[in-house]
Antibody, heavy 121, light 110 residues
Framework: QVQLVESGGGLVKPGGSLRLSCAAS????????MTWIRQAPGKGLEWLSY????????YNANSVKGRFTISRDNAKNSLYLQMNSLRAEDTAVYYC??????????????WGQGTMVTVSS | QSVLTQPPSVSAAPGQKVTISCSGS????????VSWYQQLPGTAPKLLIY???KRHSGIPDRFSASKSGASATLGITGLQTGDEADYYCGTWDSSLTAGVFGTGTRVTVL
């Protein structure tokens, strides 16, 4: 069955860095575009970053441009999010999600369980 | 921060119907497909609807959706206690070249 398992979250000081990972299984990872989405405590969903199958095209939300970098390793069935210059407002649960391929919709048919990132001194 | 606007909450009695609106602009909802997600408490979001009105695999026909211009609507009929959740619309924004989500709507079954 399809599984996405995020890891790498934790407590980090403002200005610090963190690298999140998302391990994919149960499907051909290299066939799917992937994304990172976050949710601050008690808040809504925020789309962050998107990467195509080959890794050659990436889109980022303005809120993370220049600070966060999405990448993938298809040989390792893994998606990553390198987060630098972290701020208190980056505190959130971070989800990786798979873009559905059966549709032209920009939508996500499988999500991981999320990993919590807390930015605090 | 969200570019898509939803009502904060809607409620109805069991068995009744609720509708959730999602208002955007030409660059997102009007020009792109809309999807809808359900987020039960403490869990990751789940895809309900894609391509404006198509139900994802396993989603009952109590859930329906539509789009008109720069607005979209999700409807839930035969409301059940298990439908209590947060619901989000989502789409692509051609101007931002980024995905966008709605502000989210909490559905309460009275």
């Amino acid at each position: 069955q399809v599984q996405l398992v995020e890891s790498g979250g934790g407590l980090v000081k403002p200005g610090g860095s963190l690298r999140l990972s998302c391990a994919a299984s149960g499907f051909t990872f290299s066939d799917y575009n992937m994304t990172w989405i976050r949710q601050a405590p008690g808040k809504g969903l925020e789309w962050l970053s998107y990467i195509v199958t080959s890794g050659t095209t990436i889109y980022n939300a303005n809120s993370v441009k220049g600070r966060f970098t999405i990448s993938r390793d298809n040989a390792k069935n893994s998606l990553y999010l390198q987060m630098n210059s972290l701020r208190a407002e980056d505190t959130a649960v971070y989800y990786c999600a798979r873009r559905a391929t059966v549709t032209m919709s920009h939508c996500f048919d499988f999500w991981g369980q999320g990993t919590m990132v807390t930015v605090s001194s | 921060q969200s570019v898509l606007t939803q009502p904060p909450s809607v409620s109805a009695a069991p068995g009744q119907k609720v509708t959730i609106s999602c208002s955007g602009s030409n660059s997102n909802i009007r020009d792109n497909y809309v999807s809808w997600y359900q987020q039960l408490p403490g869990t990751a979001p789940k895809l309900l609807i894609y391509e404006n009105k198509k139900r994802h695999s396993g989603i009952p026909d109590r859930f329906s959706a539509s789009k008109s211009g720069a607005s979209a609507t999700l409807g839930i009929t035969g409301l059940q206690t298990g439908d209590e959740a947060d619901y989000y619309c989502g789409t692509w924004d051609s101007s931002l070249t980024a995905g966008v989500f709605g502000t989210g709507t909490r559905v309460t079954v009275l």
